[in-house]
């Protein structure tokens, strides 16, 4: 995974892809952001917590390109739980997601 380049070499012809592709670019931009302070910040008293926080963004970051895959290969928006559509509302919170709500809170 590289952590400096955007995700943008796929385009389709679907204006909704784009949109996906768009909030998910979003994403990995912010998260990358917040990676990059993290890194900046250098070693503190509370090294520690911010190295769980940037365990956390990392596979944040995976999870994104995980989606991009999922947009690629059509399956962006099926829940890997329930094979079910993970509803809108969402996606648009948590563009990366792999779950609806049920299946998210049954992993």
């Known amino acids: ?9 796929t385009r389709t012809a679907h204006p909704a892809a784009d949109e ?23 070693q503190s008293p509370d090294y520690h917590l911010m190295s769980h926080q940037k365990e956390a963004i990392e596979r944040v970051l995976k999870e994104i390109d995980e989606a991009f895959t999922r947009v690629d290969d059509g399956t962006y928006g099926t829940c890997l739980g329930c094979s079910k559509a993970v509803p809108p509302e969402r996606l648009e919170i948590l563009p990366h997601t792999r779950y609806c709500v049920t299946c998210q809170g049954r992993s």
């Open 20 to 42: 996906v592709r768009r909030r998910l670019e979003h994403a990995r931009t912010t998260r990358l952001a917040q990676l990059k302070a993290l890194d900046e910040t250098g």
């Open 1 to 9: 995974m590289s952590l400096d380049l955007p995700r943008t070499e």
